[in-house]
């Protein structure tokens, strides 16, 4: 079977000034296809442009001199741009191109009309998908891709996800670099052999400016723990000091969470983890402290209940509180993450976001400007009711620039002013100013 080479796009305008604080993740969506195509018999060769901190250009060179036949590119709507140069040199050198991700997933057939230097775009979960392109099996017959036929786009029937994620074998983190990877400034700085790791796929939530349910679908699938634990042997005899788990929600199930701590607790290493205020509380806490867990993200959005249940979020302001006042309670480092420019948004409302994370007084507060990627419910809102001010392919990382939207009575420069002062306002503070100095002077 043909070779072919994986390639996670840079994103130097993401990185260039934020590198060394910005968590930098192994891709492992990429790493779990290489896996499964090696298991597969595929030969597979395998380049993170984004760890490595390199320009398109660079990518070019290695094109040039790769024997792939196949080149295999995931992307961001944020990467889509560096994705299409990369297919654009790809197909100059005679390779056929495949592109993978959320973007393509959320508009596939708009995505292969609008770029023909890609021949085929693999929709939500690409495992099996990939494996049976590769493998030569009529396009036809293939669900879950669009590509091209007699001059028109084609787009398959859906896939089925896969039900037993535990069949499927753990990330090939052999292609890794290792050093190359970080986690962010707000969650351990001092990690030196950093690890990530996922145990579900899928979030049974609703809010409106996530694209999750557009590529895992509303349905949580589990790997099972007896995998899960097989997968933490291997990262521990690879020297693993520090991990990140990276599930959408991990503190879903609270039985499923006591497993894993009492498990991880054993390898005496640091961990965090995403979580949700409303499966927060003291039991939950105390197991993740116990078991040597350092740092929980929570995301918070809004400050007003008006805006939360516009972007049904489904939490309360008194589980935002609470789980606050546990975490601290445990003495847990925790960041919260807020949106600024949600659909509701006035300048009332988005004082209460600040008030509250001021109130809340988090180790870490990030504020992002809202975004509309698509595949997102309120991407389609914002379409619908011309809120967009660029289209989604002039998106130059959104979160800490220019606003790509503009809201009743909150023009983009006046969003890209609340921002500002979000920030101003928390951090502008001795016990912030400490606490942000320490932690870039001993990050590493």
Known sequence: MPKILLINPPCSALYSKLRRISPIYPPLGLLYLASFLEKNNVDVAFYDGLAEGRSVSDVEKILSVSDAEIVGITCTTSTLNEAIQIATYAKHWGKRTFLGGPHVTAL?????????????GVIGEGEITLRELIAGKPL???????????GEVVMNKAREAIEDLSSLPHPARH??????????????????????LITARGCPFQCIFCASKAIWGCRVRERSLEDIFLELEELKGMGMT?????????TLKKSRVREFCKYIKNYNIHWSC??????MDSEIIHMLKDSHCVFVEYGIESGNQKILDIMKKGITLEQIRQAARVTKEAGMRFNCSFIVGNI???LKTAEETVQLAKELNPDFAQFNMLTPYPGTEVYS????KGYLIKDF????????????IALPGLPAKELKKLLMHAYRYFYWRPQAIFKLLYHTIFFK
Request: net charge negative; hydrophobic share 30%.
């Open 274 to 279: 995403n979580a949700r205020v409303d499966r």
């Open 381 to 384: 809102i914002c379409k619908e």
């Open 175 to 196: 292609h890794l670099k290792n050093q190359l990877y970080q986690p962010g400034i707000k969650e351990y700085a001092r990690a030196n052999n950093f690890f990530t």
């Open 344 to 346: 509701g948004e006035t």
């Open 140 to 150: 036809n017959e293939i669900d879950g891709i669009v590509y091209r036929h007699d």
């Open 393 to 404: 392919e002039d998106y130059r990382n959104p979160k800490y620039q220019d606003p790509v």
């Open 108 to 120: 596939p057939k708009l995505t292969l009309e609008k770029h023909p230097c890609f021949d085929v």
């Open 242 to 250: 520090y991990l990140r788990v990276l599930d959408d929600t991990f």
